[in-house]
């Protein structure tokens, strides 16, 4: 089960250019990512993949200590934890017991525990660790608009011995930011720099990171600019990846040069993954062919390329139809210990698919198993929307039929180029056949897999309409 049958690829190709070939999953405008694609896996053998067991382990699934947010409760837990303990509770255990209470009540509330415990049990003395907890809490409260709330923490924090550090600082960013408060989180980041401790370059370029996603590009230069000033808090190589990879996927290589520009300037070198993250800028902007510029040009700088170097090269050359030129590099990977991957041959044959060589892609389909390397859904979707395209409708249905025993699911440019060939062929019933599966499997919505099919549906009854007039 898996294997393409040889009727597939023994097949003869009209010769019909594809234009709108489908694009790579989860990559940005059909550009490879630089980080490990997230594609399913399909190894076709005649074992099913392996069920998740629906036994859940205690760790996974644990039971609560406080099951409710009331104060009076949480005391009775904690004192009924205290009586009945064989062992010495030390400061871990109340930490402990603090965080999960602090999960499900109010700042007023993890406070009041907090004197509780201090009381009940004397030889507990809260340690930085135990403020943090409420640092975090205090970030992330909703009735906080104005920080007034993390201040009187932080004030408790100074008068108990325990002045914020840049762990503080960190506890704090990151709470913020995972409740929309970046505006707040850069605030509390600069007056935190001046009053105790400034944010190490980890925290800072996890701020950075967070305001490229959410804010515009001028707001992060002016907080870098502001960090400069105020905390001598200087960007390094991975804040200028972050930079680049953000102007990038917003289609401005210009600012992009820039940038390296000041890299360079500020006695920063490029590395391997900035090298890439310039090579996806390019293929997002579909300048496949200046790939081969930053490729020579990291070469030239001793910078080694690694799998995803020769995956984006591949892919760029590919997608603007230097295909023959893209697979001279299989050998030349493979030379330098980059094997192919799945990626690899599945940017081949989008590519070859573009270029009206559907037949010729499902060659490379055999070679890549004869290799070793499995097919998945990518692979798949890539070649029956190539099929459909240069109208070998026969041979789609056989990879259909590959891809349904697979269990794999449509993607929607395959989905909808192969309901629009057999209804334009008069097959319904097997249009039909390919809706009920996109939607069984989960490849669509139902809304949207009808919507494909209803839309071609009507154009064929206007065009017999048109003929029979």
Not at 367 to 385: A, F, V
Request: overall charge positive; glycine content about 4%.
């Amino acid at each position: 089960m898996g294997k393409i049958p040889p009727s597939i690829r023994s097949a003869k190709l009209p010769l019909s250019f594809l234009k709108n070939p489908p694009s790579l999953p989860n990559q940005p405008s059909s550009a490879p990512t630089t980080t490990t694609p997230h594609r399913p896996h399909f190894p076709f053998s005649n074992k099913k993949p392996k069920q998740p067991s629906s036994r859940k382990t205690p760790s996974q699934n644990p039971k609560p200590i406080f099951c409710s947010p009331i104060l009076s409760d949480a005391k009775k837990t904690f004192d009924s934890i205290i009586s009945t303990s064989t062992v010495p509770l030390d400061v871990r255990h109340h930490n402990f017991l603090l965080q999960s209470f602090s999960q499900i009540s109010t700042l007023k509330d993890s406070l009041s525990l907090l004197r509780h415990m201090t009381n009940k049990y004397p030889s507990f003395s809260p340690d930085r660790s135990t403020y943090n907890i409420l640092l975090s809490q205090s970030c992330k409260s909703p009735s906080d608009e104005d920080l007034s709330t993390v201040h009187q923490t932080l004030d408790l924090m100074v008068s108990n011995g325990f002045p914020p550090d840049h762990v503080s600082v960190d506890l704090s960013v990151r709470s913020l930011c995972s409740v929309g408060r970046e505006e707040h989180a850069v605030e509390l980041v600069k007056e935190l720099s001046l009053k105790y401790s400034p944010p190490d370059l980890y925290t800072y370029n996890f701020l950075i990171r967070h305001l490229c996603k959410t804010r515009s590009l001028s707001t992060v230069y002016t907080f870098i600019e502001e960090m400069k000033n105020s905390a001598s808090l200087k960007p390094d190589l991975v804040t200028y990846t972050i930079l680049i990879d953000n102007v990038c996927n917003s289609k401005n290589l210009r600012e992009a040069t820039r940038l390296i520009g000041v890299l360079g300037e500020n006695g920063f070198k490029p590395d391997c993954f900035l090298y890439n993250t310039i090579m996806k800028g390019y293929c997002i902007l579909n300048r496949g062919s200046e790939v081969i510029g930053v490729y020579k040009k990291m070469k030239e700088e001793g910078v080694e390329p690694d799998l995803v170097t020769y995956n984006t090269l591949i892919f760029g050359l590919s997608k603007v139809g230097r295909v023959e030129e893209a697979r001279k590099y299989l050998a030349v990977m493979a030379e330098m210990g980059h094997f192919p991957d799945t990626v690899t041959y599945t940017s081949l044959m989008n590519g070859m698919c573009r270029k009206g060589d559907a037949i010729g892609a499902l060659k490379l389909l055999g070679e890549m198993e004869e290799k070793g390397c499995d097919p998945n859904s990518c692979t798949y979707n890539t070649l029956l929307h190539g099929l459909c395209k240069s109208r070998l409708l026969d041979r789609g249905l056989e990879l259909y039929e590959v891809m349904k025993s697979a269990g794999m699911k449509l993607e929607p440019a395959s989905y909808a180029t192969f309901v629009r060939m057999l209804c334009r062929d008069n097959r319904i019933a097997e249009a039909y056949e390919v809706f009920d599966y996109a939607v069984e499997s989960k490849s669509l919505t139902d809304v949207a897999a009808y919507a494909a099919l209803e839309s071609t549906l009507k154009w064929v009854n206007k065009v017999k309409a048109q003929a029979n007039a």
